[in-house]
Nanobody, 129 residues
Framework: EVRLVESGGGSVPAGGSVTLSCVVS???????????LAWFRQPPGKLRRAVAA???????RYTVSLKGRFTISQDNAKNMVYLQIDSLKPEDTAMYYC????????????????????WGQGTQVTVSS
């Protein structure tokens, strides 16, 4: 069974940094040669939107408006994917979700929410001003 479990959220002051972690279990690197891992966020009352996506070959795509303060990375040996957020702003307050899709054949990973069919439960980040 494929599972994604996020951690690392919490209350953080504006201007600070946070690193979110996602444990990927059940399939990565063992049964699927082409996959995408992504981070999404959903502020209260708003739609879920992508932050960044990363493929098994290391290719990365960021949502253009968020590029610069967000860094996605993965550790294949530990089956982990990370999202570092720097210079936090109150508008970064959201539930952050890890997502995955197997058998990806579309080149650089998508940042469309409709592509991903495996989701974690989310981790809340609250930024105080």
């Amino acid at each position: 069974e494929v599972r994604l479990v996020e951690s690392g959220g919490g209350s953080v002051p504006a201007g600070g940094s946070v690193t979110l972690s996602c444990v990927v279990s059940g399939y990565i690197s063992s049964t699927s040669s082409d996959y995408c891992l992504a981070w999404f966020r959903q502020p209260p009352g708003k739609l879920r939107r992508a932050v960044a996506a990363m493929g098994d070959n290391g290719s990365i795509r960021y949502t253009v408006s968020l590029k610069g303060r967000f860094t996605i990375s993965q550790d294949n040996a530990k089956n982990m994917v990370y999202l570092q957020i720097d210079s936090l702003k109150p508008e970064d307050t959201a539930m952050y979700y890890c997502a995955a899709v197997e058998n990806w054949s579309g080149g650089t990973c998508s940042v469309s929410v409709n592509v991903y069919n495996i989701w974690g439960q989310g981790t809340q980040v609250t930024v105080s001003s």
